[in-house]
């Protein structure tokens, strides 16, 4: 069956802008998780979803990030006034449960110039 | 704080050869341990897992896995390793009975020589 997908692979933004980044989770997954993996740091935890609520966001560095989802499916990731340092590669895993293995997507590469 | 270790940063081997790569944690008590694999352009694969039980795991493309709680290690093992392993390789915990905030080690970069 189809996987987790992410949209878009590649994304190229001007520092003050805002982005949006898509994941599709697969499908039936009830939880849905993001991480950011910056060169040097690893894979860093941003948020959890279980269905469409966010029972932990103590990953999210700032309050420029934001994320929702729709639908117990679809999710965005929003950062706003980007900065050069959330340039990184855009994570999304999704799983049947809170307590099952997690599946992940490619990732967005953002670019933040 | 809770932590993840791989000390290793790059590796390189020939084809054929056995490899080890090493992963320790710092928890307070037993946590779920994870092995993941990126590839080039590739989305992370789970390689295998440890929940509890048999401390030696079995997972994927022949790896395998050994819990030492004695020395807060889980160390990934292939007896023969082929070209096709050349990846990147992460280690992950999450407190037991919940896997939903991973921690993961900064990875080993593996290369390997024909």
């Known amino acids: ?8 692979s590649n994304k190229v933004t001007e520092k003050g802008k805002d982005v949006e980044l898509r994941c599709d989770p697969i499908s039936g997954h009830t939880a849905l998780y993001w991480y950011r993996q ?35 499916s679809v999710s965005t ?5 980007t900065q050069q340092e959330d340039s990184a590669v855009y994570l999304c895993a999704s799983s049947n449960t809170g307590w099952e293995t997690q599946y992940f997507g490619p990732g967005t590469r953002l670019l933040v110039l | ?25 710092s928890y307070g008590a037993t946590p779920y341990l994870f092995w993941y ?7 992370l694969q789970l390689l295998l897992k440890y929940f509890s039980g048999d ?10 896995a050994e819990f030492k ?16 392993d050349a990846a990147e ?10 896997n939903r905030k991973l921690i993961w080690g900064l990875g080993t970069s593996l290369a390997v020589n024909p």
């Open chain 1, 1 to 8: 069956g189809a996987g987790v997908s992410q949209s878009p």
């Open chain 1, 38 to 72: 910056s060169l040097g740091q690893g894979l860093e935890f941003l948020i959890y979803f279980q269905g469409n609520s966010a029972p932990d966001k103590s990953g999210l560095p700032s309050d420029r990030f934001s994320a929702e989802r729709t639908g117990g």
């Open chain 1, 77 to 81: 990731l929003t950062i706003q006034r």
């Open chain 2, 1 to 25: 704080a809770q932590s993840v270790t791989q000390p290793d940063i790059h590796i390189t081997v020939s084809e054929g050869a056995s490899l080890e790569l090493r992963c320790n944690y």
């Open chain 2, 37 to 43: 694999v990126q590839s080039p352009g590739q989305g």
């Open chain 2, 55 to 64: 401390t030696l795991v079995q997972g994927i493309k022949g790896f395998e």
């Open chain 2, 69 to 84: 709680r004695s020395q807060s290690s889980f160390n990934l093992r292939k007896p023969s390793v082929h070209w096709s």
């Open chain 2, 89 to 98: 390789y992460f280690c992950a915990v999450a407190p037991a009975g919940n």
